[in-house]
């Protein structure tokens, strides 16, 4: 789950540079650093085996 929040990180920030207008490219970077974020998220609360 997690590698599919990071690769929609990547395309909404790869996507960005594609728009014309500043207002969309601040949105899909905004997009993708949240899902960046909560994929972050996700993966520190990940419990650790410690064998």
Do not use: D, H, K, N
């Not at 990071?6 to 899902?35: D, K, L």
Request: aromatic residues 14%; contains cysteine; glycine residues 10%.
């Amino acid at each position: 789950m997690i590698t599919a929040i990071f690769a929609s990180a990547m395309f909404f920030c790869g996507i960005s540079t594609q728009f014309e207008t500043t207002r969309y490219r601040i949105t899909m970077t905004g997009i993708g650093g949240v899902a960046f974020c909560i994929s972050l998220g996700l993966l520190a609360t990940y419990p650790v085996a410690l064998e």
